[in-house]
Nanobody, 122 residues
Framework: QVQLVESGGGLVQPGGSLRLSCAASGVDFRLYTTAWYRQVPGKQRELVAAVTSGGRTNYANSVKGRFTISRDNAMNTVYLQMNSLKPEDTAVYYC????????????????WGQGTQVTVSS
């Protein structure tokens, strides 16, 4: 059974920092690209940052220079370090893993965590 379990969300003041973690189990983590998405009520879920198994990263323009995504393949964990947080970063943050291996039958396979709330407010 595949599980992605997020942790690290909470309430923080503007300008503060948080570190989100996502621990994966039940998958060969090295075969998956991992990402963080976020969603606010009434809006579509949006990509925040992604990192491939090889360490290649991609960021939304709104978080470039403030957020850093990283992963530890040995620990099956992906992280999101969030600095200089703004009220507009308030959202539920979701961990995602999408299959990036060579098996055609698994193309498009992806898994989601349950989400963790991040609130930036004074």
């Amino acid at each position: 059974q595949v599980q992605l379990v997020e942790s690290g969300g909470g309430l923080v003041q503007p300008g503060g920092s948080l570190r989100l973690s996502c621990a994966a189990s039940g998958v060969d983590f090295r075969l998956y690209t991992t990402a963080w998405y976020r969603q606010v009520p009434g809006k579509q879920r949006e990509l925040v940052a992604a990192v491939t198994s090889g360490g290649r990263t991609n960021y939304a323009n709104s978080v470039k220079g403030r957020f850093t995504i990283s992963r530890d393949n040995a620990m099956n964990t992906v992280y999101l370090q969030m600095n200089s947080l703004k009220p507009e970063d308030t959202a539920v943050y979701y961990c995602n893993a999408e299959y990036a291996g060579l098996l055609f039958a698994l193309k498009g396979t992806q898994y989601w965590g349950q989400g963790t709330q991040v609130t930036v407010s004074s």
